[in-house]
């Protein structure tokens, strides 16, 4: 399965980049070569890959999926490792430079974009000199192909395949590493100089302290392209559970229209107590989201029941006064939700233990139920109901007052007295 992170990723290669892909099982080789192709691919460049241990008709497959999918525009020329590497001859790093230089100006000349190119060297192990043509190659396409053609590359080295001496060059000689299914900028990379003039160690340190000092300062596209999505996915996520809630609401609305914004309404007085009463900031938005869903059971109850005008039977209220539990059952099925659960289900407690429906008393009563028990009273109040019209601000502070140490906390009390 592909990694949806890479792809991303691989859409942010551009030319002069050279990336090197480290694995231990060939399947993660097969995604990182597809990811690495098909990105190029809707740049519209041409692709030159050049197979190898990598199972082609696998790579194929999965950039047929990803075609049919988004579809592609550039050109892709799979080439055996023979027909590019002359293995029945020796190798030579500069033939193979001169080979992506020549078919980089085609590649532009025909109308493409750039020239992308991967492809692996595990065979050139068999050659004497095989470890030295293999580093020569890949610092001589730092020196004289990137920054000069608009060409990227995706190298491949199996980790089972090559001695630790050659990975840890390969490391030093690419800018960008593919590990563990991300595209990482590489703190140990060494400029070409420092192979050319065979002055690694002073390349190295000055190389190193001058990439940590930038991996401070700035953080890749690639890295950044990861944390946008995320910031997208967290925005997308939040509009969704507000977007479902407040549907919910006009459901809610819809089957007792008295409680239009209503709960916004008790959600916005309950968040400010609470931030009055110097909660933290998951407290605070815990309860908006418990106050803006505590009347959510009501749609259970039967609409001549909610609107009656007159005297409710005992069977009407006892009815009524299973909305907090109706309401609180589906979040107290969910483990982070188990406090917003039983807020709703305790917000008509009453402090003296006479409320519903466990006639809970004091402290007894959770912080976020006495929170929202007086934001809810506050906003029925001073507004219409089907049994009576809505009461001035200061007729519903008297009656707050009045039911203090009775139905509400009074110390509450007192801070919500002092919001206004």
């Keep these: ?144 192909v990137f920054n000069r053609y608009p060409v990227s590359a995706l190298c491949r080295y199996s980790m089972s395949k090559f001695p630790a001496g050659v990975i840890r060059d390969v490391i030093q000689t690419h800018p960008f590493i593919i590990w563990q299914g991300k595209i990482h900028e590489n703190p140990y990379y060494v400029l070409p100089e420092g192979f050319k003039d065979d002055s690694m160690a002073q390349y190295q340190v000055q190389g190193w302290l001058e990439n940590i000092d930038s991996f401070t300062d700035t953080k890749s596209r690639f890295t950044m392209i990861l944390e946008e999505q995320k910031e997208e996915l967290r925005q997308l996520h939040e509009k969704m559970t507000s977007g479902i809630i407040m549907s919910f609401l006009r459901l809610l609305e819809t089957h007792d229209p008295y409680t239009k914004d209503h709960c916004q309404n008790v959600a916005i007085l309950a968040s400010k107590l609470a931030e009055r009463l110097h909660m933290s900031d998951k407290f605070a938005t815990k309860i908006y989201y418990a106050a803006l869903v505590h009347d959510i059971g009501k749609t259970l109850i039967p609409r001549e029941v909610l609107n009656n005008p007159g005297r409710l039977s005992d069977e009407e209220y006892n009815q009524i006064k299973m909305h907090p539990i109706y309401g609180s059952a589906p979040f107290g099925e969910m483990d982070e939700f188990q ?61 707050l007052m009045r039911c203090a140490g009775k139905q509400f906390d009074p110390e509450l009390i007192r801070h919500f007295s002092d919001l206004f």
């Design 1 to 144: 399965m592909f990694s949806r992170d890479l792809l991303l990723q691989a859409a942010e290669i551009r030319p002069g980049d050279h990336l090197v892909a480290l694995y231990n099982q060939e399947q993660e080789i097969e995604h990182y070569t597809t990811s690495y192709i098909h990105a190029s691919l809707m740049r519209n460049e041409r692709c030159l890959y050049i197979t190898g241990d990598v199972d082609t008709s696998a790579v194929l497959r999965q950039l047929e999926t990803l075609k049919s999918n988004v579809g592609e525009q550039g050109d892709l020329v799979v080439l055996d490792k023979s027909d590019v590497y002359a293995k029945n001859g020796k190798f030579s790093p500069d033939r193979l430079i001169g080979l992506i230089q020549t078919t980089a100006e085609e590649a532009l000349d025909d109308g493409y974009s750039a020239l992308a190119v991967t492809g692996e060297l595990s065979w050139v192990l068999d050659y004497e000199d095989g470890e030295e043509l293999i580093v020569e190659y890949e610092w001589k396409l730092n020196e004289y």
């Design 339 to 399: 406090d917003i659960a039983l807020a709703i289900r305790h917000h008509h407690e009453f402090y003296d233990g006479n409320g519903y429906p466990d006639g809970l008393a004091g402290y007894d009563i959770p912080l976020m139920s006495r929170i929202i028990a007086i934001c809810d009273s506050y906003d029925a109040i001073t507004n219409d109901r089907p049994y009576r019209k809505a009461r001035s601000h200061d007729e519903a502070l008297a009656e």
